[in-house]
């Protein structure tokens, strides 16, 4: 029996377990990922991690700056893929390109649909202080990420979990379900499942604004915002004018205070009021600096109680 041929969509590493999956299960035509990026400090063009395991593979690999572009719908008619598998691609495309494989297009999403439709669905997870979340198939149609779904699996967020903890679970679990979906499809076993619109809450993308750190809230709130935002863009407070990241905490419901005032020093942290409870921050980092336990920070920056963080 011949291969099912494919086309596969993807840019960042939650989709490289994917291509693997492809590559294994699949005759892949031509990889498609996001155009080389200007990268650290050197802006040097760094190409995607799909397009690094794409080469590896000896895969062709095509990096429009727009799918849906005539010539570029064009070419993948000429290709005439079985199905076209979509991970995290950062293009929307159009219906002329969902229509051309016979298949269909098949997208993996790192929620639970219909919860967490967008962009960032691992960090608002978390940020939202959710206590599960998963991966889903589904068969893609014109709205972002309303298509039918075909498979889910779970996994639990645990308290103290980081985005970039459970975008690595998530990863792998993603090319497992992928796994199943293709063979689902191949063999006429999957069901597909229309979503309930209303049960959808939209991962909008994420600002620098969005890791500034609002001490009102919860020492809960602060905390599920610092761990939702590690490893990208990192939650943020100011002190005296100037822009700390803030990279690890832990919730202190013993203590209180005014928001954002430093209550207590310790060895390796220091403890800030929050609207409810306070945040034992541990790890931070200062302008112009690396990352650092909060007890160095505090041995060396002049840090004492009373000052106020906003």
Same mark, same amino acid.
């Given at each position: 029996?011949?291969?099912?041929?494919?086309?596969?969509?993807?840019?960042?590493?939650?989709?490289?377990?994917? #291509?693997?999956?492809?590559?294994?299960?699949?005759?892949?035509?031509?990889?498609?990922?996001?155009?080389?990026?200007?990268?650290?400090?050197?802006?040097?063009?760094?190409?995607?991690?799909?397009?690094?395991?794409?080469?590896?593979?000896?895969?062709?690999?095509?990096?429009?700056?727009?799918?849906?572009?005539?010539?570029?719908?064009?070419?993948? =008619?000429?290709?005439?893929?079985?199905?076209? +598998?979509?991970?995290a691609f950062g293009q929307i495309l159009s219906q002329e390109v969902l229509d051309i494989p016979r298949?269909?297009?098949?997208?993996?999403?790192?929620?639970?649909?219909? =919860?967490? %439709?967008?962009?960032?669905?691992?960090?608002?997870?978390?940020?939202?202080?959710?206590?599960?979340?998963?991966?889903?198939?589904?068969?893609?149609?014109?709205? #972002?990420?309303?298509?039918?779904?075909?498979?889910?699996?779970?996994?639990?967020?645990?308290?103290?979990?980081?985005?970039?903890?459970?975008?690595?679970?998530?990863? +792998?679990?993603?090319?497992?379900?992928?796994?199943?979906?293709?063979?689902?499809?191949?063999?006429?076993?999957?069901?597909?499942?229309?979503?309930?619109?209303?049960?959808?809450?939209?991962?909008?993308?994420?600002?620098?604004?969005?890791?500034?750190?609002?001490?009102?809230?919860?020492?809960?709130?602060?905390?599920?915002?610092? %761990?939702?935002?590690?490893?990208?863009?990192?939650?943020?407070?100011? #002190?005296?004018?100037?822009?700390?990241?803030?990279?690890?905490?832990?919730?202190?419901?013993?203590?209180?205070?005014?928001?954002?005032?430093?209550?207590?020093?310790?060895?390796?942290?220091?403890?800030?009021?929050?609207?409810?409870?306070?945040?034992?921050?541990?790890?931070?980092?200062?302008?112009?600096?690396? %990352?650092?336990?909060?007890?160095?920070?505090? =041995?060396?920056?002049?840090?004492?109680?009373?000052?106020?963080?906003?």
């Open positions: 029996m011949s291969k099912l041929k494919t086309v596969f969509m993807g840019t960042p590493d939650f989709a490289v377990g994917c #291509l693997e999956v492809m590559q294994e299960k699949t005759e892949v035509l031509t990889v498609i990922t996001q155009p080389d990026r200007p990268k650290g400090r050197g802006q040097k063009m760094t190409p995607s991690p799909v397009k690094v395991k794409a080469l590896e593979y000896g895969l062709p690999v095509w990096q429009p700056e727009k799918i849906k572009t005539a010539e570029c719908v064009a070419r993948l =008619r000429e290709l005439n893929p079985d199905l076209i +598998v979509v991970v298949l269909g297009c098949v997208n993996v999403h790192a929620s639970l649909l219909p =919860r967490y %439709r967008g962009a960032a669905p691992i960090h608002w997870s978390i940020i939202n202080g959710e206590t599960e979340t998963g991966v889903t198939t589904m068969m893609m149609d014109a709205g #972002l990420d309303t298509g039918d779904m075909l498979l889910k699996s779970k996994i639990e967020i645990t308290p103290d979990m980081t985005t970039e903890e459970l975008h690595d679970k998530l990863a +792998v679990m993603g090319s497992k379900l992928l796994t199943d979906t293709v063979d689902g499809l191949m063999a006429g076993t999957i069901t597909p499942e229309k979503q309930d619109d209303s049960l959808t809450n939209y991962a909008s993308m994420l600002t620098k604004e969005t890791g500034h750190i609002d001490w009102t809230k919860s020492a809960q709130e602060v905390h599920n915002l610092v %761990r939702g935002l590690n490893s990208w863009p990192v939650a943020w407070t100011l #002190l005296d004018g100037k822009n700390y990241k803030v990279w690890s905490t832990k919730v202190r419901d013993d203590k209180s205070g005014n928001p954002g005032e430093v209550l207590e020093l310790t060895k390796k942290s220091f403890i800030v009021a929050a609207g409810k409870g306070a945040v034992e921050i541990t790890e931070i980092q200062p302008p112009s600096k690396k %990352r650092m336990s909060a007890g160095d920070f505090v =041995r060396g920056n002049g840090v004492k109680a009373g000052l106020i963080f906003n």
